[in-house]
């Protein structure tokens, strides 16, 4: 069974980057489409970026152009990489297995339990 863990979260200030984990455990990453996902204070679970286990990327708006998803099938590991952070971007990220559609791009609908994710805060 798949288990996911979250790691790489913190504070920076906006403008600042930081890099996310998500390492695999339980199965091999090599048959899943792995997404990132976010929660704000008071908001719903909003899809940010999956990855197919091909490397076909998928993004949302908020993360088109500034945010970039990879993944190391040998370390059995996803990346979110988050560059040019705003303080909008504050909030609990959290990697899930995610669904694909017929042409073999990742949706992100998000497939399991959450886990306990990793904090990201963007403030000056």
């Known amino acids: 069974q798949l288990q996911l863990v979250e790691s790489g979260g913190g504070v920076v200030q906006p403008g600042g980057s930081l890099r996310l984990s998500c390492a695999a455990s339980g199965s091999s990453l090599d048959y899943h489409a792995i997404g990132w996902f976010r929660q704000a204070p008071g908001q719903d679970h909003e899809g940010v970026s999956c990855?197919?286990?091909?490397?076909?990327?998928n993004y949302a708006d908020s993360a088109k152009g500034r945010f970039t998803i990879s993944r190391d099938n040998a370390k059995n590991t996803v990346y979110l990489q988050m560059n040019m952070l705003k303080p909008e971007d504050t909030a609990v990220y959290y990697c899930?297995?995610?669904?694909?559609?017929?042409?073999?791009?990742?949706?992100?609908?998000?497939?399991?339990?959450w886990g306990q994710g990793t904090q990201v805060t963007v403030s000056s």
């Open positions: 899930m297995a995610t669904t694909w559609n017929a042409r073999g791009l990742c949706l992100l609908n998000p497939v399991g339990i």
């Open positions: 990855i197919t286990s091909a490397g076909t990327t």
